[in-house]
């Protein structure tokens, strides 16, 4: 399990110490969600609200690992139930080259789980076949 360290209890507003201002008022309902789902605890959060967070690069210190724990658990259960998170795993996949090399070790987990996989749609090869290329150094 990656995400042992994490307080799930907390949210990703307490991990980080750092409390946001609300948002303007004239802003997208996607940051207004942001500034909200920064403020519920994760153990809260649903797979939709992880991959909007992760997808908007927030809290990726503590959330890359909850959602690399919920992919390799459903990774496991792809070939009996036929069904797998695509949209988690392309939020995860397309993080920034950066995020991955400062955390290699989860870089290499995701490889992992993905081997595990079966019926990537073609737009989420595509992303992987990006991250490996990218990685490839690490993996």
């Known amino acids: 399990m990656l995400a042992g360290f994490v307080d799930r209890g907390k949210s990703v ?8 201002p609300d ?3 004239d ?5 207004r969600s942001v500034y909200e789902l920064r403020k519920k605890p994760i153990k809260d959060l649903t797979v939709e609200n992880l991959r ?14 909850v959602a690399l724990d919920f992919l390799r658990e459903t990774a496991r259960e ?6 797998f998170d695509d949209d988690l795993l392309s939020a995860v996949v ?4 950066e995020a991955w ?9 995701l490889d992992e789980t993905v081997r595990m996989l079966t019926d990537l749609s073609p737009y989420v090869q595509h992303d ?9 150094d690490i993996l």
């Open 94 to 97: 397309t993080r920034k080259e």
């Open 27 to 31: 802003t997208t309902p996607l940051v």
């Open 52 to 65: 909007r967070l992760v997808g908007q690069d927030v809290g990726l210190r503590w959330l890359l690992p």
């Open 13 to 20: 507003e307490e991990l980080e110490e750092v409390r946001w």
């Open 101 to 109: 090399r400062s955390a290699p070790e989860l870089a290499r987990h």
């Open 23 to 25: 948002p303007p008022t």
């Open 78 to 83: 792809e070939e009996t139930s036929g069904w």
């Open 128 to 136: 992987v076949s990006r991250f490996r290329e990218a990685l490839s």
